[in-house]
């Protein structure tokens, strides 16, 4: 276990410097002087040439490209952001603080868009070119097609201005999350659905697959234990950009629905130059997506022995 995880952390640390030098320099080739734009919104009075001067070398705008890089590299390590320029908060902080709230609808949809799929993808791999299995594919091509912001308004008029069954918008009890919850499950249902029901269905035509009902296995042992085993490890690698997404923020679904999660927080920093805020969110988020992608990894090979004693043969 211990050599597969060193080979994938040797690619994913140079992916993740690329992604940090990448926001970085977006955020510092951005245009607008965040010292200008940010004491113009805090000052009644256009700021000084020594208000300007004093801001920037506050938040060490003044030095080098190289030396600024550095030094943020240096504290996102350390897991230090830098500081808002709007609200001189720590973004670790302020990051911390949302991802709560975030978690409150993210994991919610992430379990219940997974089990849904799985479920609905076996019943109709199991019941091929029936009426169920057209019927669930073209739900499920409807939701996929169907934008997010547009499945929320769609929630929302049926469920809570027309039928009158849970709030509207905003955050409170357990019943202000369910639109957003449902919203997120729907939305990512449908390809989770379509990839469960093609990879089960190729792995049933497998020669082994007809061995084991050759030999008199049931027909449930052989699809739950056989072949559902194998189908899954396409899935699982979906499933996880799917959750990485879930929690580094659900921008869109948070901004319709007032959730006062990470996404709404990096829409207002995004509008308010805020760079600090942005830079230090598309480093969250990269970092989430690294250690995703290697628990992704490291469930492969519980999934497909070939995967670990393939990896064990190529380095001996």
């Known amino acids: 276990m211990m050599p597969i995880v060193a080979r994938r952390l040797l ?16 955020s510092t080739l951005s245009p607008g002087d965040p010292a200008e734009l940010i004491l ?3 000052l009644d009075d256009p700021p000084t040439p020594a208000q300007l001067e004093e801001f920037r070398e506050r938040h060490g705008l003044n030095d080098p490209f190289v030396m600024q890089y550095v030094t943020f590299v240096g504290d996102s390590l350390r897991g230090d952001f830098g500081v808002s320029f709007r609200s001189g908060k720590s973004v670790r902080e302020e990051l911390s603080s949302r991802m709560g709230p975030t978690l409150q609808i993210a994991l919610p949809a992430f379990v219940a868009s997974l089990l849904a799929a799985v479920a609905f993808g076996v019943v109709a791999a ?3 070119n029936s009426l169920g299995d057209h019927l669930s594919r073209a739900v499920a091509l409807l939701f996929e097609s ?17 039928a009158g069954w849970f709030p509207v918008a905003g955050k409170g009890g357990p019943e202000h ?3 957003p919850v449902l919203t997120l499950t729907l939305a990512t249902l449908a390809t989770t ?26 027909s449930r042992r052989v699809v739950l234990t056989l072949a559902l085993r194998n189908a899954l490890i396409p899935v699982v690698t979906v499933a996880g950009l799917i959750l990485a997404g879930f929690v580094t923020g659900t921008v869109i ?3 319709v629905f007032a959730w006062p999660g990470v996404g709404q927080y990096v829409v207002d920093a995004v509008f308010a130059r805020d760079y600090p805020v942005v830079t230090g969110f598309v480093v969250f ?10 628990a992704v990894d490291l469930l492969y090979t519980r999934l497909d022995p070939r995967v670990r004693f393939g990896r064990a043969q190529a380095s001996t």
């Open 40 to 42: 113009n919104r805090e």
């Open 177 to 179: 999350a369910v639109l």
């Open 193 to 218: 659905m379509r990839l469960t029901r093609s990879s089960l269905l190729d792995v049933l035509a497998a020669p082994y697959i007809r061995t084991a009902r050759a030999m008199g296995l049931r």
């Open 285 to 294: 988020t990269g970092t989430v997506f690294v250690v995703v992608n290697l």
């Open 11 to 26: 690619v994913l640390i140079p992916t993740w410097l690329g992604l940090s030098l990448f926001a970085f320099t977006l």
């Open 253 to 255: 679904v948070e901004r």
């Open 146 to 162: 169907m934008p997010s912001f547009a499945l929320a308004y769609l929630l929302i008029i049926v469920l809570s201005i027309k």
């Open 126 to 128: 199991l019941r091929r």
